[in-house]
C-alpha cells in the first residue's frame, strides 16, 4: 500500500477539482468550497446543502437536469426569489494529460450561468478570461479528461447510494455495473450504429429501387433503338430490292430476247415445211381435176342410158307410196297411245317418289331432333353426376366448394410457409361464411357475392405477394386477394344507410365469426345494399317501381339480377349452367334432388332411344319402298324411251319416202288425208268408200310392186353401173375439193401466219433490244451491275421483286407510324441515360460496400464487446475476491449478459468447514454492507476518472459498518490516488487523519 501511496503523489493532477463556488443555486446564496488532491470528507446536517455540491458538479459538467434525479428543468435550481444561478467549478490542468495547456494555462474554470429562459456554459483559462462557449469545446474536454459524472462510479448520488449499495435486487446491481463499466454505453452506441446501418441500408435499397424503373426504361428504350434497327435493316433490303427490281428488268429483257431469237429461227424453219406441203398439194388438185374430167364425161354418156328406166322407176314408186300411206298412218296412231300410256304410268312412279322423299325428310329430321333430345339428356345427366361429385366432395371437405384441389393445395402451401407472413391469410372468404335461418337464400347470396367467395385476405402488400408465391406453387391461377387491414373493427352500418325494405339484404342473411370477412363483403362487395327477392315480379318491383334509398342490386331466387343506373334499368337472365350450391349447411337433401333428377332424365333418354328406334325402322322401309320406286320408274322411263324411239323411226321412215316422190304428189296426198282427218267425225258414213279404195290401193300397189321389181331386176345392172360412177365422182370431186383446200389453207398459213408472225417476231426482237438498251442505261445510273453481283443474284422476277418491295414497304410504312424520333436521337438518349445509370449503380455499388465494410465493423466490434464484456465479468470477480480476502472472506459475482442480473455470493469464515455459500440476502448488516462495499470498490477498480464523489454512503450502516467501511473506502481511495469525495450527515471522528485526508464541516441550515 506504501508503494502505491508513494507513486500517487507523482500522478497526473489534470482535471482534478479545485474550487466549487456556488451562487443562487438551489439552498445557498453563496458558497465556496476547496477541496484537496486525495481524500475529502463533506459533512453537515441534513438541509445544510451537502448534496448541492455534486448536483453542481453535474450541472457544470453538461449534465441535464433529469439526470441529476433533483430537478426537472435548470430553472429549478434558481434558489428561490433569485433571476439566475451561477456555478464556478476550477479544475486542474496539470501533467501529461493537460487539456490545451498553452490556452487555458494550468488551471481551467467551468462557469454556468443558468437563468430563467437560458443557460450559458464558458469556459476560462487561469486568469479567469474567457475562452469558448461552445458546447462542443466542454464535450471535448469531458471525454479528454474521460470524466463522465452520468457514470455513478464516477459521482454517487443519494438516489443511486440508496439504489445500489442498500438494494437486493439483481438487476438493479447489473444496471449499476453495466453503467459502471461503460458497457451500456457501448452498448447503445452499437446499438444506435446498428440501427444507422439499418437506415443506411433501406435509403441503399431505395436509391437501388429507385434505379429499377430507370432500367426498365432503358431496357424498353433499347427495345425500340432494336425495333427502329430492324426499320433501318428494312429499309437496307427495300433499296438492295430497288437495285434488284432495276437490274431485273435488264435480266429479264434479256431472257426475252433470247427466246424472241429462238422463236424466230423455230418460225423460220417452219417455211420450207409449209411450201413443201404448198407444192404437193397444188400437184395432187391438178392430177384430181384430170380425173375428174374424165369421170364425168363417163357419166354423162350413162345418164343417157338410165334416164328412160327413172322416168318408170318413178311412177312406181309414186303409186306404191300412195298404197303404204294409210297403213303407217295406223302404226303412228298406235305408237303414239302406247307413249302416253307410258308417260301416264311415269307421272305417276315419280309423284309416289316424291312423296315417299318428302315423308323420308320429315323421318330424318324426327331422329336429329330425338338424337339432339339425347345428347341434351346426356349432357345433363354428366351435369348432374359432376355435380353431385361435387356436392359428396364439398359435404366430405367444405372448403373444397371454394376453388376444388387448387385451394387445398394453397392451403398447403400456406401452411409450409406460414412463419413468413405477417398474419395468417383469411380465405377461402366463402369458407368463413355461413347462412342464418337456413339455406332459403342461399342461391340468391351465391349470386350476389359471387367470385368473392373463392378471394383470400392478407394484411398488407408484403403479405399478397407471398400469397402469390404460394399460388403459384400450388398452380392456382388468377386468385384473387383482397389487401385489408385485420386489425380493423367491424363495421357499424347505421340503419339509414340501409335500403328501407322488408326484404331481406345479403348481409343480414349471412353470418362470419371473423369481423375481417364482413367488414371486406361491406367495402367490397357492398353486401349491405343487395336486397333479395323470392320471384322476378317481386324483384322487379323492388328495383324499378318502389324507387328504394341505398339500394344497389336486386337478386331473385332463381338467379336474375337487377339494377338501374341512371334513368337505365337493366335485367340479367339466370346462367342456365347447373352449379353445385356451396353455402348449403347440408348437402343429403341436395344430393338426394340431383339423384331423383339424373333417373328422371335417363328414363327421358330411354324413351328417346326407342322413339329413335323406331323412327330408323320406319326410315329403313321407307328406302326399300323409295329404291322399289325408283327402279319401276326407270323402268318406266326405258319403256317410253323405246316406244318414241319407235314412234320417231316410223314417222322418219314415212318421211324419207314421202320425200322420194314429187312434191306435188305428197301434197295433195297430204290435203286429202287432212281433209279425210277432218270430215272424220261428220261424215262416218265415206268411211267405207274409203276403206274399200284403201283395199283397191293395197291390191294395186302389190301388182305394181311386182312390176316394179321385175323392172328393177332387168334394170338392175346398168343402174349399180351408173350409181357406181356417180359415187365414183362423187369421191374424186370431194378429193378434189379437199385438195384445193389444202392448199389454200397452207397457203393461208403461209401468208396470214407464219409470214406475219416472223415479221412480227422479228419486230418485237428489235422493240426487245431497245428496251434492254434502255433498261440498261436506268440500272446502271442507279448502281452498277458489279454491285448486284456482289450482293447476289437470285433470279427472281420483277414481279417477285416488286410484291417484295411493295410489303417491305407496308411494314415500312407500319414500322414507322409507331417511331416518331430518329434512331441517333434515340441512340444519344440511351448512352445518356445508360450513363447516368451506370453512375448511380456505381454509386450505389460504393455505398453497398461501404455499407458491407461498416456492417463487418460493427461485427467486429460487437465481438470484441462481448470479449470485453466478458473480460470485465472476470475481471470484476477477481477484484471483488481480492477487496474481501483482506477481511478473510471469499466471493464470487455471477453475471448474466443474458438475463441482465448480477448476484453476490460470500463464503465467511466460519462457513468454509460446511462449504456454504450465502447470497448478500442471507447476510447481516454489517457483513452485506462490507461485501456491497467490495462490489463498489472493485467497479471502481475498473474505471478510470480524475475524481470521485459518493454522497450518503452510510447512512443506513451502524457504528461498527461504517467504520469498517470507512476505513476500507480510505486506504482505497489513498490506495488509488485519484481525487475522492465523500460527503456524509454522520461523524467523521473516527476517520484517521492525514495530510491527504481534508475534513469540512458544512454551516448548520439557517431555521
Known amino acids: 500500500m506504501n508503494d502505491h501511496i508513494s507513486g500517487a503523489f507523482h500522478r497526473p493532477m489534470a482535471g482534478v477539482v479545485k474550487r466549487i463556488r456556488l451562487e443562487n443555486f438551489m439552498c445557498h446564496s453563496h458558497l465556496e468550497i476547496e477541496l484537496g488532491d486525495s481524500v475529502n470528507f463533506i459533512t453537515g446536517q441534513n438541509g445544510s446543502g451537502k448534496s448541492a455540491i455534486l448536483t453542481a458538479l453535474c450541472v457544470a459538467f453538461g449534465c441535464r437536469a433529469k439526470g441529476t434525479q433533483r430537478a426537472s428543468t435548470l430553472k429549478d435550481f434558481i434558489k428561490t426569489g433569485c433571476s439566475y444561478a451561477n456555478v464556478h467549478v476550477e479544475i486542474k490542468n496539470e501533467g501529461e494529460d493537460a487539456l490545451k495547456p498553452e490556452i487555458y494555462g494550468d488551471v481551467i474554470i467551468i462557469e454556468r450561468r443558468i437563468s430563467e429562459s437560458t443557460s450559458t456554459t464558458v469556459l476560462k483559462d487561469h486568469q479567469g478570461k474567457r475562452v469558448t462557449n461552445k458546447k462542443e469545446e466542454l464535450r471535448e474536454l469531458v ?195 302406247e307413249v302416253e300410256v307410258a308417260d301416264s304410268m311415269l307421272s305417276r312412279l315419280k309423284e309416289e317418289e316424291s312423296v315417299l322423299l318428302e315423308i323420308l325428310d320429315q323421318v330424318v329430321s324426327e331422329i336429329r331432333r330425338i338424337a339432339e333430345e339425347i345428347e341434351n339428356c346426356d349432357k345433363k345427366n354428366r351435369e348432374i353426376s359432376s355435380l353431385i361429385r361435387e356436392l359428396n366432395q364439398h359435404q366430405t371437405n367444405k372448403v373444397t366448394a371454394f376453388g376444388g384441389e387448387r385451394v387445398m393445395n394453397l392451403l398447403r402451401a400456406i401452411e409450409r410457409h406460414h412463419r413468413r407472413f405477417k398474419k395468417p391469410p383469411i380465405g377461402p372468404v366463402g369458407a368463413h361464411v355461413t347462412l342464418v335461418n337456413g339455406d332459403m337464400w342461399a342461391p340468391a347470396v351465391e349470386h350476389a357475392i359471387g367470385n368473392l367467395l373463392n378471394a383470400f385476405i392478407v394484411t398488407d402488400h408484403k403479405d399478397s405477394l407471398l400469397l402469390r408465391t404460394c399460388a403459384k406453387e400450388a398452380n392456382y391461377s388468377y386468385l384473387q386477394i383482397i389487401i385489408y387491414d385485420f386489425s380493423r373493427p367491424r363495421l357499424n352500418i347505421p340503419h339509414h344507410m340501409l335500403p328501407q325494405t322488408q326484404h331481406p339484404t345479403t348481409l343480414s342473411v349471412i353470418h362470419s365469426e371473423n369481423h375481417t370477412v364482413l367488414n371486406v363483403l361491406v367495402d367490397m362487395g357492398h353486401v349491405e345494399r343487395q336486397v333479395l327477392v323470392k320471384d322476378y315480379d317481386g324483384g322487379k318491383a323492388v328495383a324499378f317501381d318502389q324507387r328504394i334509398s341505398n ?130 267425225e261428220e261424215k262416218k258414213a265415206l268411211l267405207e268408200t274409203f276403206q274399200v279404195r284403201m283395199y283397191e290401193a293395197e291390191s294395186k300397189a302389190r301388182d305394181l310392186k311386182v312390176s316394179f321389181e321385175n323392172l328393177c331386176e332387168s334394170a338392175k345392172g346398168e343402174m349399180d353401173a351408173f350409181e357406181k360412177a356417180e359415187k365414183d365422182l362423187t369421191n374424186i370431186e370431194q378429193e378434189l375439193h379437199s385438195a384445193e383446200a389444202n392448199k389454200v389453207h397452207y397457203e393461208g398459213v403461209m401468208k396470214k401466219k407464219v409470214l406475219p408472225e416472223i415479221k412480227e417476231a422479228e419486230a418485237q426482237y428489235q422493240e426487245l433490244k431497245s428496251l434492254r438498251e434502255d433498261s440498261f442505261k436506268k440500272a446502271s445510273i442507279i448502281c452498277p451491275e458489279s454491285e448486284i453481283e456482289a450482293i447476289g443474284w437470285d433470279g427472281s422476277t420483277p414481279e417477285q421483286l416488286s410484291a417484295q418491295i411493295t410489303r417491305l414497304n407496308q411494314r415500312l410504312q407500319q414500322e414507322s407510324h409507331r417511331f416518331s424520333e430518329s434512331i441517333d436521337d434515340l ?181
Open 143 to 337: 471525454e479528454h479528461l474521460n470524466i463522465d459524472v452520468e457514470n455513478p462510479c464516477v459521482i454517487m448520488s443519494q438516489d443511486k447510494s440508496r439504489e445500489f449499495l442498500h438494494s437486493g435486487n439483481d438487476k438493479d446491481k447489473f444496471k449499476f455495473f453495466y453503467k459502471a463499466t461503460l458497457l451500456q454505453q457501448v452498448n447503445d452506441l452499437l446499438e444506435s450504429i446498428d440501427q444507422h446501418l439499418k437506415s443506411a441500408d433501406g435509403i441503399i435499397c431505395e436509391l437501388e429501387a429507385s434505379i429499377r424503373p430507370k432500367e426498365k426504361e432503358l431496357l424498353e428504350l433499347q427495345e425500340k433503338i432494336k425495333n427502329m434497327e430492324h426499320v433501318e435493316e428494312i429499309t437496307q433490303q427495300v433499296q438492295q430490292l430497288k437495285k434488284k427490281l432495276a437490274w431485273s428488268w435488264v435480266y429479264d429483257v434479256e431472257k426475252q430476247l433470247q427466246e424472241q431469237s429462238f422463236k424466230i429461227e423455230k418460225l423460220k424453219d417452219r417455211i420450207p415445211t409449209c411450201q413443201s406441203k404448198i407444192n404437193s398439194q397444188t400437184d395432187l388438185v391438178e392430177e384430181l381435176r384430170a380425173h375428174f374430167t374424165k369421170k364425168k364425161n363417163q357419166i354423162a354418156s350413162m345418164m343417157e342410158k338410165t334416164s328412160e328406166v327413172r322416168r318408170m322407176k318413178d311412177e312406181l314408186q309414186q303409186t306404191l307410196a300412195l298404197a303404204e300411206e294409210s297403213e303407217i298412218e295406223e302404226k303412228v296412231k298406235e305408237l303414239e297411245h
Open 551 to 680: 339500394l344497389k342490386e336486386v337478386y331473385t331466387l332463381d338467379g336474375y339480377r337487377m339494377f338501374s343506373r341512371a334513368s337505365v334499368q337493366t335485367i340479367l337472365p339466370p346462367n342456365k349452367k347447373i352449379r353445385a350450391p356451396r353455402l348449403c349447411s347440408s348437402f343429403n337433401d341436395q344430393i338426394k334432388n340431383h339423384e331423383r333428377n339424373a333417373s328422371n332424365v335417363q328414363e327421358e333418354a330411354q324413351q328417346f332411344r326407342r322413339r329413335k328406334r323406331e323412327a330408323e325402322e320406319k326410315l329403313q322401309n321407307l328406302q326399300d319402298k323409295i329404291k322399289s320406286v325408283k327402279r319401276r320408274c326407270m323402268n318406266a322411263e326405258r319403256n317410253v324411251m323405246e316406244k318414241k324411239l319407235a314412234l320417231n323411226d316410223v314417222k322418219n321412215s314415212y318421211a324419207a319416202e314421202a320425200n322420194v316422190s314429187p312434191a306435188s304428189t305428197v301434197d295433195e296426198l297430204h290435203q286429202e288425208i287432212s281433209k279425210v282427218q277432218e270430215d272424220i
Open 827 to 1007: 441512340r444519344m438518349l440511351y448512352g445518356k441515360k445508360e450513363r447516368k445509370i451506370q453512375r448511380k449503380q456505381q454509386s450505389n455499388k460504393a455505398f453497398r460496400e461501404k455499407l458491407s465494410t461498416c456492417q463487418r465493423a460493427l461485427e467486429k466490434r460487437h465481438t470484441k464487446f462481448q470479449r470485453n464484456a466478458r473480460l470485465l465479468r472476470r475481471q470484476l470477480t477477481w477484484q471483488f475476491n481480492n477487496h474481501l480476502g483482506k477481511k478473510g472472506i471469499s466471493g464470487k459475482i455471477k453475471i448474466s449478459y443474458e438475463e441482465r442480473t448480477l448476484s453476490v455470493e460470500v463464503k465467511l469464515p466460519q462457513d468454509a468447514s460446511s462449504g456454504n455459500v450465502r447470497d448478500t440476502r442471507g447476510l447481516s448488516g454489517g457483513e452485506r454492507s462490507f461485501s456491497t462495499l467490495c462490489f463498489a470498490l472493485a467497479l471502481h477498480d475498473m474505471t478510470e476518472a480524475p475524481f470521485r464523489a459518493m454522497d450518503e454512503f452510510d447512512v443506513f450502516m451502524d457504528a461498527v459498518s461504517r467504520k469498517i467501511s470507512l476505513d476500507t473506502l480510505v486506504d482505497f481511495a489513498l490506495a488509488q490516488g485519484s481525487q475522492w469525495i465523500f460527503i456524509t450527515p454522520h461523524d467523521i471522528s473516527m476517520v484517521k487523519q492525514g495530510e491527504r485526508i481534508k475534513k469540512q464541516q458544512m454551516a448548520a441550515p439557517r431555521s
